[in-house]
C-alpha cells in the first residue's frame, strides 16, 4: 500500500509520556499532515474526554480538534447506545468518562442499573469494588473500556484500567465485553466515525498486544514504537510482528 489516507496514533508512549511530549514527536505528526495524510488518534485511555485529549496536544504545540481523536470513554458510550440504547450506568472511571457517557445520553446510577462500566479510576476504592460487585450480582452487564494493566508516564509504570477490571471479574466471576484496542468495538466505532477502510489506514503504537494486534485483526498495517510499553525482545515472546519497527514517531517517512 502507498500514500495510506489516513495514520492512526496511540498516544501514551507514542506521543507523550504523562505530561511530557515525546521529543520530536509533534515534528513526526507535521510531516504526515505535510505529505497530505490524516491524523486520528486512538487512546486506550478513558480518564480523559475527547475534548480534553484535544487540549492537551493543543497544549504541547500539536494540533488537534475533538473530533481527530477517539478514546475509549467514547467508544464505550457509543456502544452501549448502539447496543443497547440510552441506558442507566454505574461507572468506575475518571470524569472524562462520565462526560461521555452523559453525552451519549446514558444516565449515571450507584444502583438498579444495566450496565457496569470500568476504566481506569485512580481514585478506585474497596466500596466502588462492592457496588460494582453488587450490580453484577443483580444482573447488570460488565464492560470495560480496556484491559491494558500498565500506563506509561513520565516517572514509569502505573497500574492501568485492566487492574481494576481483574478485581471485579475475580470478585464476580464474569468476564467483562471489553471495548478497547485490540478488540473489534473500538475499531469499528473508528472506522465508522470516519468512514475509513481498513486497508488504508496505518496503525502506530508503542504497545504490541494492544495497539499492534489491533491494527494487524482489522487489516491495517502496523509501525511500532520503542517510546514506551513494548521492545524489540517482546516481539518475540508475544509472536505479534508490526510491519515497522521505528524509534521513535520522529523516525516516521510518511
Known amino acids: 500500500m502507498t500514500d495510506p489516507a489516513t495514520y492512526i ?25 505535510d505529505a497530505g495524510s490524516r491524523v486520528i488518534f486512538l487512546t486506550n485511555n478513558s480518564t480523559r474526554s475527547r475534548e480534553a485529549v484535544a487540549s492537551k496536544l493543543e497544549s504541547m504545540g500539536i ?12 467508544a464505550a458510550s457509543i456502544y452501549i447506545k448502539e447496543q443497547y440504547g440510552p441506558s442507566t450506568v454505574y461507572c468506575i472511571g475518571e470524569p472524562g468518562l462520565l ?40 444482573g447488570s452487564g460488565f464492560i470495560a473500556t ?3 494493566a500498565l500506563l ?14 481483574a478485581a471485579l471479574k475475580a470478585a464476580s466471576g464474569k468476564d467483562p465485553i471489553v471495548i478497547g484496542k485490540p478488540n473489534k468495538p473500538i475499531m469499528d466505532v473508528l472506522l465508522n466515525e470516519y468512514g475509513l477502510k481498513s486497508g488504508e489506514c496505518v496503525m502506530i ?12 485483526n482489522a487489516g491495517m498495517r502496523t509501525v511500532l514504537v520503542l517510546t514506551g510499553a513494548s521492545g524489540i525482545k517482546d516481539i518475540e515472546l508475544s509472536g505479534i510482528q508490526p510491519d515497522t519497527i521505528l524509534d ?7
Request: with cysteine.
Open 152 to 165: 506509561p508516564t513520565e516517572s514509569g509504570f502505573l497500574p492501568g484500567a485492566g487492574s481494576i477490571v
Open 99 to 138: 462526560e461521555e457517557l452523559k453525552q451519549e445520553g446514558h444516565t449515571i446510577a450507584e444502583k438498579n442499573v444495566d450496565q457496569v462500566l470500568v476504566g481506569l479510576d485512580k481514585s478506585f476504592t474497596y466500596h466502588k469494588l462492592k457496588l460494582g460487585l453488587d450490580n453484577l450480582r443483580a
Open 248 to 254: 521513535s514517531l520522529v523516525d516516521l517517512s510518511p
Open 63 to 74: 494540533g488537534c480538534m475533538s473530533s481527530d481523536v477517539i478514546t475509549s470513554a467514547y
Open 9 to 33: 496514533l496511540d498516544l501514551d508512549g507514542v506521543v507523550f509520556l504523562g505530561k511530557n511530549i515525546i521529543p520530536g514527536a509533534d515534528k513526526g505528526i507535521d510531516r504526515i499532515r
Open 205 to 216: 503504537g508503542d504497545r504490541l498486544e494492544t495497539d499492534i494486534l489491533a491494527g494487524i
Open 146 to 148: 480496556n484491559t491494558d
